[in-house]
């Protein structure tokens, strides 16, 4: 009896082993993606096309923003965890350490094309001609003294004319995404802090000290100026044109999508349009990404299929049918770069 209980008990704990050598994935029968609202129309549209072309269930995609996708993404492995996060900047040193420690030690990096971050406001309403200056002094929470000299004072500034006088004599109001979304990451790093880097005492503190310059570069006002208006940027295009004198920041593409309804300020001189952010003249454009989890390839069945349908140039090409929703193409050579990497999972190596 003692026997057959010890024969008993070993079978039981291989099957045990057994089950749980099987990633938890393998419950899943259709591909997760979260991640930015920017990349959601495009990822959304990729979803549709691999759902009708070929034999496996069309992905679901959620817009939860870079930040609130890059930490499920991160969270492990397994069915409670999705396959793949979009992201509208770069994946960030702690991010990609909080991946390693929680096991999702296998990670492959892909860059889709760029896009333009816009200041738009509704057709009814005048253009903005605004600098990246205007932009920072407008929208931060502390700026140097009206007066001059090294201090800094509770943004003052209530309207756009107060800021620079050749700007229309309307309250500064600024719909805009939370701090979750890749969207602001890009906003207050291209364009804040470009406009802060033009005064140069501040500027200064980048090389003496980068803590204090962050905050006074990034930190948005908290006064009603600026309103996180949340991650969907389609309820921000609405928002315009119940209010025509304020302003809305989102991608490109939704500018591109609403272009009867909307304008993009021009920044520095330059138009938010397909052809300026492609050739780099317009100041405010970022790279947009997707990763994958490899671990989950092999396991959530089409993984490999829908990464090949992404990354080809019937997709992301320039002729492709995401350059119709507003993604601008990257170059032959790094569309060929980063399709390679994607077919053979290579793994990120973290660069800072």
């Keep these: ?67 609130g996708g890059m930490k499920l993404f991160c969270a492990g492995n397994g069915i409670n965890t999705p396959d793949i996060t979009n992201a509208s ?18 990670i492959t990096e892909v860059k889709i094309g760029y896009d333009g971050i816009v200041l738009a406001n509704a057709k009814s309403a005048p253009l903005m001609h605004l600098s990246k200056k205007d932009i920072y002094l407008a929208l931060a929470k502390d700026v140097p003294g009206p007066e001059g000299g090294e201090i800094l004072v509770p943004n003052p500034y209530i309207t756009w004319k107060d800021v620079n006088l050749a700007l229309p004599d309307t309250k500064i109001e600024v719909l805009g995404p939370p701090p979750t979304s890749g969207t602001r990451d890009a906003f207050v790093e291209l364009a804040m802090q470009g406009g802060c880097r033009t005064i140069d005492w501040i500027n200064t503190l980048k090389k003496t000290d980068k803590k204090k310059f962050k905050a006074i570069c990034h930190t948005l006002r908290e006064d009603g100026a600026y309103i996180e208006a949340g991650e969907n940027d389609n309820l921000i295009v609405r928002k315009l044109e119940a209010n025509p004198k304020a302003l809305g920041i989102f991608g490109f593409s939704y500018l591109d999508q609403n272009a009867d309804k909307i304008q993009g300020s021009i920044v520095d001189g330059e138009a938010p349009t397909f052809v300026n952010i492609a050739a780099d003249r317009y100041p405010v454009s970022r790279p947009l990404y997707f990763y994958i989890k490899n671990a989950h390839v092999g396991v959530v069945p089409g993984m490999r299929e829908y990464i090949a349908v992404f990354t080809s140039d019937r997709a992301w090409g320039p002729e492709g049918y995401l350059a119709d929703k507003g993604l601008i193409p990257m170059p032959d050579d790094e569309r060929k770069r980063f399709a390679a990497d994607a077919a053979a999972l290579k793994p990120l190596v973290f660069d800072k």
């Excluded at 419950?27 to 609202?37: M, P």
């Excluded at 900047?89 to 096991?103: D, M, P, Q, V």
Aim: hydrophobic residues 40%; aromatic residues 8%.
């Design 1 to 67: 009896m003692w026997k057959e209980s010890v024969i008993l008990a070993a079978a039981l704990l291989l099957v045990v082993a057994a089950v749980s050598s099987v990633p938890a994935a393998s419950g899943r029968d259709y591909i997760a993606v979260v991640g930015s609202s920017t990349v959601y129309p495009f990822a959304t549209t990729v979803a549709e096309q691999f759902g009708k072309t070929t034999k496996f269930k069309t992905p679901k995609i959620e817009s939860t923003g870079s930040g």
């Design 89 to 106: 900047r770069r994946i960030k040193h702690a991010e990609y350490e909080k991946c390693l420690k929680n096991g999702v030690n296998k």
